[in-house]
C-alpha cells in the first residue's frame, strides 16, 4: 500500500506549516489566549485565504472537494503548532454535519460564510451523565407548530463562547439512553434562552456551559431526520476522533523534537544529558510510541471513508485507544526529561502535555475504546 503523499498533497502540507511556522510561535500563541474567544481573528482569516477552511466540502457548495488524508495532513500540523483556532469545532464536526446531512438550503446557508472564515461553530453534544455515549441524550426538542423548542444544558462545548452557530444534539422523543428518537439542530447562538457559563480549559482552549430554556428554532433547523439521526452523529464524530489521532500525531512529533533538543543543550556534570545511555534508551521508546501513533492515524484516515459504519468504528476507536496510550506515554516522557521546568507555565513541552491529556478525553478515552475494540473482537 502506498502512503507517500501526492505532489498537491506535499505542496498542502509545506503551505500550511510555512503558515504556522511564521504566525505561531509559542509566544504569539500566548497572545492569542488573551484574545476575544481565546483564539486570532488573524491566524482565522489567513486560514480561510489560503483555503483551508474549504477543503472538505464539495465544489457545488464553493470548496476544494478534498478527503481525509488532506484533512490529517492539516490536522497533523495545527498539532505540532498548538492551534487555538475552533478548525475542529467548525470545519471538521460542523462542517460535516452539513456536508453528511445538510440540505441544499443550510448548506448554501452555512458552508460560504465557514470557507470565507465569517462564521464560527461548536459542537454542543456532552451533558452532565452522558460520558461518552454519544446517544444519551436528555436535552429535548420538542414540536410547537412549524417550529422546535429546544430545552437542556450541554457542557464543555468547545468554541461555544465565540460561536456563530451552535450545533446541538436533542431528543425529539422516546427516553434518555434510547438509539432512536435524537436529531441535530443549528441553533444561532444569539437567540433568546440561550445562556453561557465560559470558561477556559486546561489546555489553553475556551469552552462553555449552555444553558438552553425555551430556545425556539424553525423546522428548518433541522439537519436530516430529527428523529433518527444517531449514525449522522456517529459518522461526523468518528470524523472528529480521526482528526484528533492527526492532532495528536502533530503534538506527539513535536515534543519528541523538543525534547531531544532539550537533551542536546541540557548538561550535567560536564556532558549534555543526551550522551546518557538511558535516556536515550527513553527517547527510543517515545520514537516507536510515535510511530505506532502514526501507523493507526494513518489506518484510521483510510478507514474513516468506510462505507460500512461498524467496520469504521472499530478501526477508530482502535486509532484512539493507541493515540491515548502513545499521547500519555510521550507526553509524561517528554515532562520527566525535562525535570522541573517542564512543570512550568513558561515551558512549552507542558502544554503538549496538557493538550494531548485533552484530546486522550475528548469522544471517548483509552479505557472506553478499549471496551469498544474488545467487544468487537478486533486484534490490534
Same mark, same amino acid.
Given at each position: ?11 498542502? #502540507? ?15 500563541? *500566548? ?30 457548495? %464553493? %470548496? ?14 495545527? !498539532? *505540532? ?14 462542517? !460535516?454535519?452539513?456536508?453528511? !446531512? ?16 465569517? #462564521? ?43 460561536? $456563530? ?23 444561532? @447562538?444569539?437567540? *433568546?434562552? =440561550? ?22 428554532? %424553525? ?13 449522522? =452523529? ?20 513535536? @515534543?519528541? *523534537? ?26 527510543? $521508546? ?22 460500512? &459504519? ?20 510521550? &507526553? ?6 525535562? %525535570? ?8 512549552? =513541552? ?26 468487537? !473482537?478486533?486484534?490490534?
Amino acid at each position: 500500500m502506498d502512503f507517500e503523499l501526492s505532489e498537491e498533497q506535499r505542496l498542502l #502540507k509545506e503551505a500550511v506549516d510555512g503558515l504556522l511556522s511564521d504566525g505561531y510561535q509559542f509566544t504569539q500563541r *500566548k497572545k492569542y489566549m488573551k484574545e476575544t474567544g481565546g483564539w486570532s481573528q488573524d491566524i482565522w482569516r489567513r486560514l480561510a485565504e489560503q483555503g483551508l477552511l474549504g477543503l472538505p466540502f464539495a465544489e457545488v457548495d %464553493g %470548496g476544494f472537494g478534498l478527503g481525509a488524508v488532506e484533512a490529517m495532513i492539516v490536522m497533523d500540523a495545527l !498539532g *505540532k503548532a498548538l492551534v487555538l483556532e475552533p478548525y475542529l469545532a467548525t470545519v471538521v464536526i460542523s462542517g !460535516g454535519f452539513l456536508r453528511h !446531512g445538510g440540505s441544499a438550503a443550510q448548506r448554501a446557508e452555512h458552508i460560504p460564510p465557514i470557507i470565507d472564515g465569517r #462564521k464560527t461553530f461548536a459542537f454542543a453534544q456532552l451533558e452532565k451523565d452522558s460520558r461518552y455515549d454519544l446517544h444519551d441524550v436528555t436535552t429535548s426538542a420538542r414540536k410547537r407548530g412549524q417550529s422546535w423548542v429546544i430545552e437542556g444544558k450541554k457542557f464543555v462545548v468547545i468554541n461555544g463562547e465565540s460561536a $456563530d452557530t451552535l450545533v446541538v444534539t436533542a431528543r425529539t422523543e422516546g427516553a434518555q439512553r434510547d438509539t432512536a428518537g435524537i436529531g441535530v439542530f443549528l441553533v444561532p @447562538s444569539n437567540v *433568546k434562552g =440561550i445562556t453561557k457559563e465560559t470558561y477556559p480549559t486546561q489546555d489553553g482552549l475556551r469552552a462553555a456551559d449552555i444553558t438552553f430554556t425555551g430556545v425556539e428554532v %424553525g423546522a428548518h433547523a433541522a439537519i436530516g431526520d430529527p428523529n433518527n439521526a444517531l449514525l449522522l =452523529i456517529e459518522r461526523v464524530v468518528d470524523e472528529a476522533r480521526t482528526a484528533l489521532c492527526a492532532e495528536a500525531v502533530g503534538a506527539m512529533d513535536e @515534543s519528541l *523534537k523538543i525534547t531531544v533538543e532539550y537533551l542536546k543543550t541540557r548538561n550535567q556534570f560536564g556532558v549534555p544529558i543526551g550522551s546518557f545511555q538511558s535516556l536515550q534508551h527513553r527517547v527510543a $521508546d517515545m520514537f516507536v510510541a510515535l510511530e505506532q501513533a502514526r501507523s493507526m492515524s494513518m489506518f484510521a484516515t483510510m478507514a474513516v471513508d468506510f462505507g460500512d &459504519g461498524a467496520e469504521r468504528a472499530k478501526t477508530v476507536a482502535a486509532a484512539k485507544m493507541q493515540i491515548g496510550m502513545s499521547g500519555k506515554f510521550i &507526553g509524561q516522557q517528554s515532562i520527566q526529561l525535562h %525535570g522541573g521546568i517542564g512543570m512550568t507555565m513558561e515551558a512549552k =513541552i507542558g502544554h503538549y502535555f496538557k493538550r494531548l491529556a485533552m484530546i486522550e478525553n475528548t469522544f471517548g478515552d483509552t479505557r472506553y475504546h478499549l471496551r469498544r475494540v474488545s467487544e468487537s !473482537g478486533v486484534l490490534v
